[in-house]
């Protein structure tokens, strides 16, 4: 397709269990960023990748959080033993190896609610 | 995380009013940018800036990169309706590439 897409659009689960969320790039960008967007609130920074390593995951907020991009292409954010606090939007954005640094593409996100 | 503070927080102006907002940082930042957010969308870049004191215009928005590198403000002019939305700044440091959002400014136009 001609922009980022995410699935699923919307994810409602229960305390406790796992969860994947999906990000397919513009094709041909090779960075790829995740965010989460809570509430009122701005984005705020999960994972950058750099084609298939992750080249920054500072922004990860502790080990029940995990993301991979295997072939450098599609993204899949993964978080196990949910927790309320854990409801938000996830954003993905993307951008080609010749764009500037912040000109990112976003997707229309993940909204994930956990009950 | 680190968020930059945006004001106003919210406004509402009538169609065809200037509007003015600003990002500040307690930190210095290379690189500027303004995103809009619509209802249920992701953020869509308006403007970048990449050197203190550079005024940069794209059609009625106008922004610019303050000098000491901590801060950012954007203009628009001759509001109309559907620049409804989210504003956000949003900036880089160092040599990292990834964005710090701001808070964001809620832009609402009456007719």
């Known amino acids: 397709g001609a922009g980022v897409s995410q699935t699923p659009s919307n994810k409602v689960t229960e305390k406790g269990k796992y969860v994947e969320l999906r990000c397919d790039p513009i094709?041909?960008?090779?960075?790829l960023y995740w965010y989460r967007q809570s509430l009122g609130q701005g984005p705020e920074f999960l994972i950058y990748?750099?084609?298939?390593?992750?080249?920054?995951d500072s922004g990860l907020p502790n080990d029940r959080f995990f993301a991979v991009r295997p072939e450098g292409s599609v993204s899949t954010l993964k978080i196990q033993r949910t927790e309320r606090g854990d409801s938000a939007v996830y954003l993905c954005?993307?951008?080609?190896?010749?764009?500037?640094?912040?000109?990112?593409?976003f997707g229309e996100g993940s909204r994930l609610t956990v009950l | 995380g680190q968020q930059l503070n945006q004001s106003p927080q919210s406004m509402f102006i009538q169609e065809g009013e200037d509007v003015s907002m600003n990002c500040t940082s307690s930190?210095?930042?290379?690189?500027w940018l303004w995103y809009k957010q619509d209802p249920g969308e992701g953020p869509v870049l308006l403007i970048a800036?990449?050197?203190?004191?550079e005024l940069t215009s794209n059609g009625r928005l106008t922004a610019q990169f303050g000098i000491t590198r901590k801060d950012s403000f954007l203009n628009i002019s001759a509001s109309i309706p559907s620049d409804v939305g989210i504003y956000f700044c949003?900036?880089?440091?160092?040599?990292?590439?990834?964005?710090?959002f701001g808070t964001g400014t809620r832009l609402q136009v009456t007719l």
């Open positions: 954005a993307s951008r080609a190896d010749s764009d500037p640094p912040g000109e990112l593409f």
């Open positions: 949003a900036g880089i440091g160092g040599t990292a590439s990834k964005l710090t």
């Open positions: 094709s041909g960008h090779t960075a």
């Open positions: 800036l990449y050197k203190a004191g």
């Open positions: 930190s210095i930042f290379n690189t």
């Open positions: 990748f750099q084609g298939t390593g992750a080249a920054d």
